[in-house]
């Protein structure tokens, strides 16, 4: 069990593999009481050490992951915003725009204007690391914003 410094080691080992699910499966319908019965916990008890481990909720974890891969296919400029919505697991076009423009800082429609082919040239994994979403209050609080 967890104590009062953070999560067990055995904690550790399933909650990495919640989060190597996410990363995976992203795109599919997740919801953290079907990630919590996964892992034979309650979804109480995901969501706490959860976030004691990484610093966010698993919802929010879910999200940036989707963005981070939604980012990455309008760079490419072949689909259309609802089409990567769609495809990156979202369910409502207007969910999806809210949330893109709150961890990235412009609507999914301008960075596909203005970021296509941002990353022509560069190695997937650098581009990756460059690319990757920062929420707002992140970059408000690293002086980016």
């Not at 550790?12 to 989060?19: E, G, I, N, S, T």
């Not at 203005?114 to 002086?143: F, Y």
């Amino acid at each position: 069990m967890a104590t009062a410094l953070g999560p067990s080691l055995r904690d550790l080992a399933l909650l990495r593999r919640v989060r190597d699910r996410i990363d995976r499966d992203f795109a599919q319908a997740l919801n953290v009481e079907a990630l919590a019965q996964s892992i034979h916990v309650s979804s109480g008890h995901l969501s706490r050490q959860f976030r004691l481990a990484y610093g966010e909720s698993v919802y929010s974890y879910l999200m940036t992951r989707r963005i981070e891969r939604a980012m990455a296919l309008l760079r490419r400029g072949e689909h259309t915003v609802t089409e990567v919505c769609f495809e990156v697991g979202g369910s409502s076009l207007g969910t999806f725009s809210t949330r893109f423009t709150e961890l990235v800082g412009v609507s999914p429609s301008l960075y596909k204007r203005d970021h296509a082919r941002d990353t022509e040239g560069i190695p997937s994994c650098i581009a990756k690391q460059v690319t990757r979403p920062i929420r707002n209050r992140e970059a408000v609080a690293a002086g980016k914003v």
